[in-house]
T-cell receptor, first 113, second 113 residues
Framework: SQQGEEDPQALSIQEGENATMNCSYK?????LQWYRQNSGRGLVHLIL?????REKHSGRLRVTLDTSKKSSSLLITASRAADTASYFC?????????????FGTGTLLAVQP | GAVVSQHPSWVICKSGTSVKIECRSL??????MFWYRQFPKQSLMLMAT?????????EQGVEKDKFLINHASLTLSTLTVTSAHPEDSSFYIC?????????FGQGTRLTVV
């Protein structure tokens, strides 16, 4: 099952521009995480934001969380060609028995040099 | 961070044969591991939760007899695709979560011909 939907599905920007991706989810959560996947590879954890947090920063990444709207956004500032990848939000549904991660539909980001 | 190793990274098999994929946690013990399936340009779909020493928990719609999961030790979970058919061709990824963050294997590209 999928918990989240992301938009846009695909995003193409120039190097140096900012990229914003949005994620909406369906149920109450303990936390929300963002992951990155290079083509044909495994996923790499980027950042986690807890349900009682509203904003978090890590390097060029900024994540916001609005639990009332069940939505989150990931902002990548000053993008680089190496940021080209798919980005997924993932949630741990509140009260989930197995602590499993459920992924959103993903955003494919292409950064043109 | 923690390391999860998945093997093989790719496999081609004939229709009707079985394929085993291994997922190992290299520097931590994992009582629970997760198996995902990913179609091209799509998100990760959770297939099952692998539990050390007990039966796996399968997501709705996933055939237990088709996708056999064994978690015999605290560092190894295996997924066996039995009697594989071309529609089973996909990218399979395992993960483990020693904490909040999930660590992923490199993924296995299965092609059934």
């Amino acid at each position: 099952s999928q918990q989240g939907e992301e938009d846009p599905q695909a995003l193409s920007i120039q190097e140096g521009e900012n990229a914003t991706m949005n994620c909406s989810y369906k149920t109450s959560i303990n936390n929300l995480q963002w992951y990155r996947q290079n083509s044909g590879r495994g996923l790499v954890h980027l950042i986690l934001i807890r349900s009682n947090e509203r904003e978090k920063h890590s390097g060029r990444l900024r994540v916001t969380l609005d639990t009332s709207k069940k939505s989150s956004s990931l902002l990548i500032t000053a993008s680089r060609a190496a940021d080209t990848a798919s980005y997924f939000c993932a949630t741990v549904p509140y009260g989930g028995a197995t602590n499993k991660l459920i992924f959103g539909t993903g955003t494919l980001l292409a950064v043109q040099p | 961070g923690a390391v999860v190793s998945q093997h093989p990274s790719w496999v081609i098999c004939k229709s009707g044969t079985s394929v085993k994929i291994e997922c190992r946690s290299l520097d931590f013990q994992a009582t629970t591991m997760f198996w995902y399936r990913q179609f091209p340009k799509q998100s990760l779909m959770l297939m099952a939760t692998s539990n050390e020493g007990s039966k796996a928990t399968y997501e709705q719609g996933v055939e237990k007899d088709k996708f056999l999961i064994n978690h015999a030790s605290l560092t190894l979970s295996t997924l066996t695709v039995t009697s594989a058919h071309p529609e089973d061709s996909s990218f399979y990824i395992c993960s483990a979560r020693p904490g909040f963050e999930a660590f992923f294997g490199q993924g296995t590209r299965l092609t059934v011909v």
